[in-house]
Protein backbone atom coordinates (compact mmCIF):
# COMPACT_ATOMS: atom_id res chain seq x y z
CA UNK A 1 0.00 0.00 0.00
CA UNK A 2 0.95 3.59 -1.13
CA UNK A 3 0.84 6.13 1.82
CA UNK A 4 1.51 10.24 0.77
CA UNK A 5 3.22 11.92 4.12
CA UNK A 6 3.58 15.23 4.63
CA UNK A 7 5.22 15.94 7.64
CA UNK A 8 4.95 20.25 8.62
CA UNK A 9 7.57 22.12 10.57
CA UNK A 10 6.27 24.01 13.54
CA UNK A 11 8.17 27.48 13.66
CA UNK A 12 11.40 27.85 14.97
CA UNK A 13 12.59 24.16 14.14
CA UNK A 14 15.31 25.00 12.05
CA UNK A 15 18.08 24.12 14.66
CA UNK A 16 16.64 21.01 15.48
CA UNK A 17 16.62 19.65 12.39
CA UNK A 18 20.08 20.57 11.44
CA UNK A 19 21.33 18.55 14.22
CA UNK A 20 18.77 15.60 13.17
CA UNK A 21 19.39 15.49 9.56
CA UNK A 22 21.49 12.04 9.76
CA UNK A 23 19.00 10.81 11.70
CA UNK A 24 16.67 11.74 9.64
CA UNK A 25 17.93 10.62 6.55
CA UNK A 26 19.38 6.97 8.36
CA UNK A 27 15.71 6.58 9.19
CA UNK A 28 14.30 7.31 5.75
CA UNK A 29 16.97 4.80 3.96
CA UNK A 30 15.27 2.04 5.95
CA UNK A 31 12.17 2.66 3.46
CA UNK A 32 10.99 1.78 0.06
CA UNK A 33 10.03 5.50 -1.41
CA UNK A 34 8.65 6.64 -4.09
CA UNK A 35 9.27 10.13 -3.55
CA UNK A 36 10.40 12.62 -1.08
CA UNK A 37 11.68 16.01 -0.39
CA UNK A 38 11.92 19.53 1.54
CA UNK A 39 8.91 22.10 1.35
CA UNK A 40 9.79 25.71 1.17
CA UNK A 41 8.18 29.05 1.74
CA UNK A 42 10.07 31.88 0.07
CA UNK A 43 13.50 29.58 0.50
CA UNK A 44 12.42 28.96 3.83
CA UNK A 45 12.25 25.12 5.01
CA UNK A 46 8.35 24.64 6.02
CA UNK A 47 8.53 20.96 6.08
CA UNK A 48 9.31 17.63 4.26
CA UNK A 49 7.28 14.72 1.83
CA UNK A 50 7.64 11.47 1.97
CA UNK A 51 5.75 8.62 -0.22
CA UNK A 52 6.02 5.41 0.73
CA UNK A 53 5.30 1.73 0.09
CA UNK A 54 4.35 -0.05 3.26
CA UNK A 55 2.02 -3.10 4.39
CA UNK A 56 -0.70 -1.41 5.99
CA UNK A 57 -1.93 1.57 7.74
CA UNK A 58 -0.41 0.88 10.69
CA UNK A 59 3.08 0.59 9.29
CA UNK A 60 2.03 4.07 7.83
CA UNK A 61 1.45 5.82 10.98
CA UNK A 62 4.40 4.27 13.06
CA UNK A 63 6.83 5.59 10.07
CA UNK A 64 5.25 8.77 10.22
CA UNK A 65 5.56 9.28 13.95
CA UNK A 66 8.64 7.32 14.69
CA UNK A 67 10.37 9.85 12.60
CA UNK A 68 13.60 11.27 14.28
CA UNK A 69 12.14 15.00 13.37
CA UNK A 70 8.45 13.91 14.70
CA UNK A 71 9.87 12.58 17.84
CA UNK A 72 11.96 15.69 19.01
CA UNK A 73 9.15 18.01 17.96
CA UNK A 74 10.11 19.44 15.04
CA UNK A 75 7.03 18.97 13.14
CA UNK A 76 3.55 20.90 13.98
CA UNK A 77 1.34 18.60 11.99
CA UNK A 78 1.46 15.37 9.99
CA UNK A 79 -0.84 15.02 7.01
CA UNK A 80 -0.68 11.16 6.49
CA UNK A 81 -3.26 9.66 3.62
CA UNK A 82 -3.46 6.19 1.33
CA UNK A 83 -2.44 7.22 -1.73
CA UNK A 84 -2.36 5.55 -5.07
CA UNK A 85 0.71 5.82 -7.46
CA UNK A 86 -0.73 6.81 -10.58
CA UNK A 87 2.31 6.97 -12.88
CA UNK A 88 4.02 3.79 -11.55
CA UNK A 89 6.98 5.11 -10.86
CA UNK A 90 9.39 7.28 -8.46
CA UNK A 91 11.02 10.24 -8.53
CA UNK A 92 14.21 8.94 -9.76
CA UNK A 93 12.37 7.82 -12.51
CA UNK A 94 11.34 11.26 -13.36
CA UNK A 95 12.60 11.77 -16.93
CA UNK A 96 12.80 15.81 -16.10
CA UNK A 97 16.22 14.35 -14.09
CA UNK A 98 16.76 15.89 -10.33
CA UNK A 99 17.97 19.13 -10.74
CA UNK A 100 15.73 22.05 -11.05
CA UNK A 101 13.13 21.46 -7.86
CA UNK A 102 9.38 21.59 -8.17
CA UNK A 103 6.32 22.43 -6.24
CA UNK A 104 3.78 20.01 -4.55
CA UNK A 105 0.45 20.21 -5.07
CA UNK A 106 -2.41 19.48 -2.67
CA UNK A 107 -6.07 19.62 -3.56
CA UNK A 108 -8.05 18.67 -0.96
CA UNK A 109 -12.06 17.80 -1.61
CA UNK A 110 -14.69 14.87 -1.30
CA UNK A 111 -17.41 13.41 -3.56
CA UNK A 112 -16.84 12.11 -7.11
CA UNK A 113 -12.53 11.80 -7.48
CA UNK A 114 -11.22 14.41 -10.24
CA UNK A 115 -8.29 14.30 -11.67
CA UNK A 116 -7.72 10.80 -11.89
CA UNK A 117 -6.03 10.97 -15.29
CA UNK A 118 -3.12 13.59 -15.03
CA UNK A 119 -2.80 15.98 -17.53
CA UNK A 120 0.72 17.22 -18.70
CA UNK A 121 2.15 14.17 -17.39
CA UNK A 122 5.56 14.97 -18.66
CA UNK A 123 5.35 17.62 -15.85
CA UNK A 124 5.01 15.40 -13.50
CA UNK A 125 6.86 13.71 -10.89
CA UNK A 126 4.76 12.07 -8.82
CA UNK A 127 0.84 11.76 -8.58
CA UNK A 128 -2.19 10.45 -7.21
CA UNK A 129 -5.40 10.35 -5.20
CA UNK A 130 -5.36 11.01 -1.63
CA UNK A 131 -7.95 8.39 -0.03
CA UNK A 132 -9.48 7.10 3.18
CA UNK A 133 -7.42 5.11 5.31
CA UNK A 134 -9.51 1.93 3.95
CA UNK A 135 -8.59 3.19 0.58
CA UNK A 136 -12.40 3.49 -0.98
CA UNK A 137 -13.27 7.46 -0.69
CA UNK A 138 -11.29 10.28 -2.27
CA UNK A 139 -10.21 13.07 -0.31
CA UNK A 140 -7.83 14.99 -2.79
CA UNK A 141 -5.28 14.62 -5.34
CA UNK A 142 -1.43 15.39 -4.23
CA UNK A 143 1.50 15.83 -6.98
CA UNK A 144 5.29 16.67 -7.12
CA UNK A 145 5.47 18.53 -9.97
CA UNK A 146 7.84 20.82 -12.27
CA UNK A 147 5.89 23.61 -13.71
CA UNK A 148 5.61 27.00 -14.72
CA UNK A 149 1.66 26.98 -13.68
CA UNK A 150 1.87 24.35 -10.69
CA UNK A 151 -2.05 24.45 -10.08
CA UNK A 152 -3.01 24.01 -13.46
CA UNK A 153 -2.45 19.64 -12.96
CA UNK A 154 -5.74 20.23 -11.12
CA UNK A 155 -9.04 20.56 -11.95
CA UNK A 156 -9.92 23.92 -10.23
CA UNK A 157 -13.52 24.16 -9.06
CA UNK A 158 -13.44 20.14 -8.12
CA UNK A 159 -11.09 21.21 -4.90
CA UNK A 160 -12.46 22.71 -1.26
CA UNK A 161 -8.92 24.19 -1.37
CA UNK A 162 -5.56 23.93 -2.94
CA UNK A 163 -2.57 24.43 -1.45
CA UNK A 164 1.11 24.99 -3.31
CA UNK A 165 4.41 24.43 -1.68
CA UNK A 166 7.95 24.75 -3.20
CA UNK A 167 9.55 21.32 -3.23
CA UNK A 168 12.97 20.12 -3.85
CA UNK A 169 14.05 16.44 -4.64
CA UNK A 170 15.85 15.12 -1.42
CA UNK A 171 17.96 12.43 0.49
CA UNK A 172 20.06 10.10 -0.94
CA UNK A 173 19.50 8.24 -4.02
Avoid: K
Amino acid sequence: MEFFCHHRDRPGSMPLRERLVEQHWSYMDRFELIARGPTFTGGLLTGSVHVVDLPDAAAARAFAFDEPNYRAGAYRDVLLRRWRNVLGRTMWDFPGGREGGGHLVLGFGSGEPADLVPARPDELIAYGPLLSDDGTAWLGTAALVRSADPRSVLTADRYDAVEVHEWEFGGRR
